[in-house]
C-alpha cells in the first residue's frame, strides 16, 4: 500500500552551500496511521541571519544536535525510497535539492501542492503556504489535527507546516475531483499537474504587478525579455513569458 510521505525543510538559507537545519515530516499509512517527525540537526555552515529571521532558529538551538544523516527520519525516508510512495511538498523542488545534496537519490513519486495549488485554484492572487491556510480556512481544522498528533503549529516551522500542509493536501484532492472527474485516482492527477508547468495570468511583483501578462509581453517585449535575462524566474513564470512571446 501507497505511503505519503508529507516534508518541509528549514535550512541555514537559500544558496547553493546552504544545508538543512530542521526537518519536518509526516508519513501517512492511512488516515488513523500516520507517522509523525520532527528533528533539528547541526551544521557546519553558519545560519544567516536572514534564515533566523524567518525560522527563529539560532546556532545554539542546533548546536548539540546530531548531523543530518542520524535523524530518525532520514533512515525511514531511504527505505521508503520507492516509486509506489509519494514525497510530497510546497515548492517541491526547493527541498528535494536540500535532500540531494545530503546524498538523497529521490525514486519516489513526487507531488507539489504549491504547483498543484497553481493549477487548481487560478483565480488566487498567492499560491504561498501561510497564504492559503488563511484563504482556504485550513486554520479553523488545524487545531484537531494538531492535538490529535501531538503538534504545535508556527508558522515557518518545519512541522506546523507540514501539519497545514496535509489540510491543503486533502482540499487539492477534492478540487482534482472536481475538476478532473474523467481521472479515477485524484493522486494521478496531482502528479501529473506536478508535471506540468502553470501558464500564469497576472504578474505578481514588479512595475507590471497585477497586470495581465499576455498584455504586457506584446506591450513591452523589451521588458519581458530583459526580465528573462536578467531575474531568477522559477520554472511556471519562465514558461508563462516563453509561451506569450512565442
Same mark, same amino acid.
Given at each position: ?35 509523525? %517527525?520532527? @528533528? !533539528? ?7 544567516? +541571519?536572514?534564515?533566523? /529571521?524567518?525560522?527563529? =532558529? ?9 548531523? %543530518?544523516? @542520524? !535523524? ?7 527505505? +521508503?525510497?520507492?516509486? /509506489?510512495?509519494?514525497? =510530497? ?158
Amino acid at each position: 500500500m501507497a505511503k505519503y510521505i508529507l516534508f518541509d525543510t528549514e535550512t541555514t538559507g537559500n544558496q547553493e552551500h546552504d544545508r538543512i537545519i530542521q526537518i519536518g515530516a509526516m508519513i501517512v499509512h492511512s488516515k488513523d496511521e500516520i507517522e509523525v %517527525y520532527n @528533528e !533539528l540537526c547541526s551544521t557546519d555552515v553558519p545560519i544567516s +541571519l536572514e534564515a533566523m /529571521e524567518v525560522h527563529n =532558529i539560532t546556532p545554539d538551538v542546533i548546536e548539540n544536535q546530531p548531523p %543530518y544523516s @542520524e !535523524l530518525i527520519f532520514v533512515k525511514r525516508l531511504n527505505e +521508503l525510497n520507492h516509486k /509506489e510512495n509519494y514525497l =510530497i511538498a510546497h515548492n517541491i523542488n526547493f527541498d528535494l535539492e536540500m535532500i540531494k545534496k545530503e546524498g538523497f537519490e529521490n525514486q519516489c513519486t513526487l507531488i507539489d501542492t504549491l504547483r498543484c495549488a497553481k493549477h487548481l485554484l487560478p483565480d488566487s492572487p498567492y499560491h504561498r503556504l501561510q497564504y492559503l491556510r488563511y484563504a482556504l480556512k485550513l486554520y479553523m481544522e488545524e487545531g484537531v489535527e494538531a492535538a490529535k498528533q501531538n503538534i504545535t503549529i508556527k508558522a515557518h516551522d518545519a512541522i506546523g507546516d507540514v501539519l497545514v500542509m496535509k489540510l491543503l493536501l486533502s482540499k487539492l484532492v477534492v478540487l482534482a475531483k472536481e475538476q478532473f472527474p474523467e481521472d479515477k485516482n485524484p493522486m494521478d492527477t496531482l502528479v501529473k499537474l506536478t508535471d506540468t508547468p502553470v501558464l500564469m495570468k497576472r504578474f505578481k511583483f514588479g512595475k507590471y504587478k497585477d497586470r495581465e501578462i499576455a498584455e504586457i509581453c506584446k506591450a513591452d517585449s523589451g521588458y519581458i525579455k530583459w526580465m528573462k535575462n536578467n531575474l531568477d524566474l522559477d520554472e511556471d513564470m519562465t514558461f508563462t513569458l516563453d509561451y506569450y512571446l512565442a
